[in-house]
């Protein structure tokens, strides 16, 4: 254990770590302080000088950034020294900023926009020329550069350094011709490269999916897993009442820090209403009949059935748990997304296993002392098999062996498949299919345990189909007949509506 | 009087070759430095009240006491990036004396026990360039550097490194981070260079001059130095004197010199009927002094602080009547707006802000307010950055416009006096 020490904030009395730095105890008393440059997850920089401090008995102001607390300091942020200070180095970031707010991508979520509120400054002392550079800057397939809104805080260019260890940025020039930029022919197109445009504080690099999409402030954001792979970054989706726009990252020391790989961050848009599958189905080769999932499920007939089920990692451990529970089952088998890179890690965030919850489908395997076969081995039992439920992956563009698996299991004389999206394939079969529509990771509550073996709560957002059921409402409505799905508390949250649909006013 | 202790052999040809400097006693002053302790040679340079030459003038001794007491390798570091404007001194003596810059590193490495040394020359400065080159050769062949020097068990290299033209790089974390390969931009501090500095070992950085400085004080004790110069400010300087003097050149005389004697007595006073009007003591970056501050002006560190300039790098700067203080502010103006890293935000943006007011209001564009506007951009501008180079450009700004209102009023009124004339006409 590290040694306390005391000092004093704004006049709070606060007890830090030995080592901590001025503005972690600013964070720790949740006091307000300014700065660009500086982000938690990043080297210091001390570049921004916004982060100014007085300390008792120091003439000078110091940066609370790169200054360590020390026993008995008395800091302060308020005194009228300071505020001038950073008065003034907000006018020094603006100078040479071109006040294009209302067409930025940033405009809502600008910590420089921020500021400039807060201290209104309306009135730019400057009435001199600008200083001309370059606009949309290319630096590749995600992202777009705009070096005049860009205030050189280095954010960027320290996270490809330090974090992805790629280095393709970096500062060209000196002085206000400073400019950010990479090098000829070597684009950045790094896994993690997405990550620079949530660390901008201004709007100088923006994702070319995301930009001109929305206006930030007309989304909603909800605290979420990632379902991209088994590493289960937390995450924050922003969404409203059409759908889902965008993934960022959020801090979990433990897990992704404050970072996500770029893969992760498109891993919303099997969740948006296009594509998905809107209502049960049951396909023969005569005909196609459209009904609810309820009269599917009547239509099922289990009885004496010899039931294969295939499970894939997408599910929650609660719903692993109902499906085990209530089946008779004659085998069970893993379906993986590609058991040839299934164990791959890219020693940052990035892993093979493309499901967020394998741990928790072997945990409910293996507490009921069942045994999972490879899917592989399904081609030699499908035969013995009366009927053969499939619980498809969420996101099928994780799956690259896809068609060749939807193949095998039309072989079975009966097959269920459940998934939020269809396939062209299951629509033509030769023996009788359901398709039946499941929920999304944005629309169940759960736990998902991911590859470390932690433990992580989801929570239902929105409904985004009404007529998706998770495992756990399927085997409800199976245990029951019943649709009234509002006994289980699970259940009543998920059918919370869309916050959207209620709040929307005129816009 | 000029004082010469470091350039007493100067005119003399062959002084900067070995035979020729070993002719003058050269390398004299090793041999005896190596026979003593180390730390022997770090208390003598303390006692002696030797201040750093490059500007900030810090205490050279004290500096060198600041390394850790541990194992890990040490570089010592010459700083020959002399890029001051108005300083030419390190390069007179890399050209005259290179064998003197070189004894004096390699006491200085055996005081603070280094191995490696680097002096970082000036990538402008091509004949200093090749005569250190060339004079290192001879002194790794007479055994002066390398292994086991002159027997005495201590090894030391010493390399060049040119560096690549920015002013930035004569700061000495700017310095290290040149040398290390990188952009050439001012490091955070702490950690300071003497427990993380060059590839994040200990690191000494002295200039040319301070080092060359430690010759005379091995060779002649640490008493007799301190008794040359003023009570704090020990020792001889050798001053760049340049602008509107008949003389120009190096004078080195003892610290506590009267500026108008350096004028009128050594460099042969003004051009014929002109008036002194202003004169910049220590380098572009210091405060500008008046005609009457100069008379009461002395050159020492503790004379010109209390007079609101700063010694500097010893360049003095004279001024006369011929010449108009707002061309000169905006000369200086557009050398920071150049030299300015941009790292941190106010250098960045405040340098360039007042190059473009300055010129604004030399091309007749200015404001009355904007003598205010300086005034404040600059205020703002000190102390508020990681290294000085805001404030080398902060306060020749205020101190030409308090001093010399007058002038950039004039120049501000008289425009506006023909601008309205030419709206009468349009």
Known sequence: ???????????????????????????????????????????????????????????????????????????????????????????????NHPLDCPICDQAGECVLQEQYMKFGAYQPLMSEDKVKKRKVVDLGSKIVLDTERCILCARCTRFTDEISKTKELGIFN??????????????????????????????????????FQQRVWYLKKAPSVCTGCSTGCNIDVYYNEEGLWRIRPRHNSSINQYWMCDKGRETFKHVNPSGRLKSSFRHTAEQTEKMTTFQALQTLKLDSKKIGLVLTGSYTCEEYDAFLDFFQLHSIYHWKNNPKNFEDYDNFLIRGDKNPNTKGLLE???????????????????????????????NHKLYPCLEEKINLFLKSKELVWISPHSHTLLQKPINTVWTIPSKTYFEKTGTFINHHGTRQKIKAVASIVDSARSLEEIIHILKTGQTDLTQIASIRDKMKTNYFMEQKGSL | MEHKLLTEHYNKDNYKSLEGYKQCGGYETLKLALNKQPKELVEMVKASGLRGRGGAGFPTGVKWSFLPDNNEPRYLLCNADEGEPGTFKDRMMMEKAPHQL??????????????????????????????????????????????????????????????????????????????????????????????????????????????????????????????????????????????????????????????????????????PGRKLKACIPG??????????????????????????????????????????????????????????????????????????????????????????????????????????????????????????????????QQNKISSDNLNQVV
């Not at chain 1, 000078?60 to 302060?76: E, P, R, S």
């Not at chain 1, 395997?365 to 969420?394: F, G, M, W, Y």
């Not at chain 2, 062949?141 to 033209?165: C, P, R, T, W």
């Open chain 2, 283 to 412: 380098g572009s970056s210091a405060p500008v002094l008046t005609a009457e501050e100069c008379e009461k002006a002395c050159l020492d560190y503790e004379n010109l602080m209390d007079l609101g300039s700063m010694l500097g790098s010893g360049a003095i700067i004279v001024i006369d009547d011929s010449n108009s203080m707002v061309d000169i502010l905006s000369v200086i103006m557009h050398f920071y707006h150049h030299e300015s890293c941009g790292q941190c935000t106010p250098c960045r943006e405040g340098t360039g802000w007042l190059d473009q007011i300055v010129k604004n209001i030399l091309h007749g564009k200015g404001r009355l307010q904007d003598l205010d506007l300086i005034q404040n951009i600059s205020q703002h501008m000190m102390g508020k950055t990681i290294c000085a180079l805001s404030d080398a450009a902060a306060l020749p700004a205020i101190s030409f416009v308090t001093k010399f209102k007058n002038e950039f009023i004039d120049y501000i």
């Open chain 1, 364 to 394: 409910s395997i293996n507490k009921r002392q069942l045994k999972l076969e490879d899917c592989t081995q399904l081609e030699q039992n499908i035969s013995h098999l009366d009927l053969l439920i499939v619980c498809a992956p969420e």
């Open chain 2, 102 to 271: 070189i004894e004096g590193m390699i006491i200085s490495a055996f005081a603070i026990q280094s191995h490696k040394s680097y002096i970082y020359i000036r990538g402008e400065y091509t004949d200093s360039i090749s005569i250190i080159e060339q004079a290192l050769k001879e002194a790794y062949k007479q055994g002066y550097l390398g292994k086991n020097i002159l027997n005495s068990g201590f090894d030391h290299e010493m390399d060049i490194y040119v560096g690549a033209g920015a002013y930035i790089c004569g700061e000495e974390t700017g310095m290290i981070s040149s040398l290390e390969g990188k952009k050439g931009q001012p490091k955070l501090k702490p950690p300071y260079p003497a427990v993380k500095g060059y590839l994040e070992k200990p690191t000494v950085v002295n200039n040319v001059e301070t080092l060359a400085a430690v010759v005379p004080i091995v060779r002649d004790g640490a008493e007799k130095y301190k008794a040359i110069g003023t009570e704090r400010s020990a020792g001889t300087k050798i001053f760049s004197v340049s602008g509107n003097v008949v003389k120009p050149g190096n004078y080195e005389v003892p610290l506590g010199y009267p500026l108008m004697d350096m004028i009128n007595k050594l460099c042969g006073g003004l051009p």
């Open chain 1, 174 to 211: 000196r002085g206000d011709r400073s400019e950010i930029g990479i090098f000829k022919n070597k684009p950045l197109e790094n896994d993690y490269a997405l990550n620079t445009v949530d660390i901008c504080p201004v709007g100088a690099l923006t994702s070319k999916k995301f930009r």
């Open chain 1, 1 to 95: 254990m590290k040694k306390m020490i005391k000092c004093t904030i704004n006049n709070y009395p606060v007890e830090v770590e030995e080592g901590t730095t001025i503005i972690q105890a600013f964070k720790k008393l949740e006091q307000e302080i300014a700065h660009y440059c500086w982000h938690p997850g990043l080297s210091i920089a001390g570049v921004c000088r916004l982060c100014m401090v007085e300390i008792e008995g120091n003439n000078k102001l110091q940066i609370a950034c790169n200054t360590v607390v020390q026993d008995g300091m008395v800091i302060t942020n308020q005194s009228q020294k300071v505020k001038d200070t950073v008065r003034w180095g907000l006018e020094f970031h603006l100078i």
